[in-house]
């Protein structure tokens, strides 16, 4: 190699490297003002979500005096007399029993609902808004409404079964009624949002699809188990986890219509938990008890994407 080529393989070499230098800087700004835009939601996440858990981590670990202050490290005995305890377990069975009511009815009648008014027929938009209604209403609101529809003397409920010669039913008051009532309720406060999901994945799906099935002579039933569950099932998919989550982390309603009762038939996982710390000031179990919650979500999502997702079909 004379000294021209020499010369020349270093100016390569050199190009190269200001060339990666350069490329470096540029990932680096980059990076830097990814971070720069991420900075107020990790503030956000780090206040609310991350500090919490932590605190929650160390309560749990401790007892507390009546006035809700640390008094004595248990370590892990606030957790074992958990698992020893009769209204941990009640809590998590009508928790279980809560989730099995309301979520399947729930994306079901949404389905069905979506599929109805999915097609462009006349009117169908005054249903769309009507079923779509729900999601605009708090969980305040909806349970002060159905309140006074399963009030057992003026109720909206009894006056028609009056009407039909049944006896009135105690709504709220009767254990073997109490969580039923409150998960009709659920229902019909979570419709909105399925409804709405529902509805934009089945516009998602082309004509195509369905005038093909009609021509070969697929009817209604046929078309809507074999092509439309299969086409929106990745919808329903996400609508079941998050369904699944926001059923464990119910608490509104109960604390309105029924308090936990009557004998602790609607005392959900989350009422425990704000009964525990904010009424008996019992800050170490309430806070052993929400990680204990965090745990079977945990657990529940994870099982769900490990065999639920085997029978989403993505297309």
Known sequence: M????AELAVKRVNARTRGTRRSLAVIG??????????????VLFAVFLFYPLAKSVY?????TDPRGRVAMFVGL??????????????????????????????????L????????RLRGMRAFRFIFSLPVALSVSTSSVIWSMLYHPTTGTLNYFLSKLGIAPVQWLTDPAWALVSVSIMTIWMNSGFSYIVLLSGLQGIADDIF??????????FRSFVQILVPLVSPTLFFLCVISVMSAFQSFGQMNILTKGGPAGSTEVFVYSIYKEAFINY?????????????????????L????????????
């Open 29 to 42: 700004k980059e990076t830097a003002a990814g971070y720069l835009f991420m900075a107020p939601s990790l």
């Open 112 to 119: 069905l609902l979506a599929a109805l008014t999915f097609g």
């Open 77 to 110: 005995d606030n957790f074992i007399s958990l698992f020893r305890a009769d209204a941990f377990w009640n809590s998590l069975l009508v928790t279980l029993k809560f989730t099995a009511f309301t979520v399947p009815t729930g994306l079901l009648a949404a």
């Open 211 to 220: 005038d093909s099935a009609r021509i070969d002579g697929a009817g209604p």
């Open 304 to 315: 769900q994407f490990r065999l639920g997702e085997r029978k989403v079909h993505y297309h």
């Open 2 to 5: 004379n000294t021209t080529e």
């Open 59 to 63: 309560l749990s670990m401790y007892l």
């Open 282 to 302: 019992q800050f170490g179990t309430g806070s052993a008890l929400a990680l204990v919650l965090f745990a079977f979500i945990l657990l529940l999502t994870l």
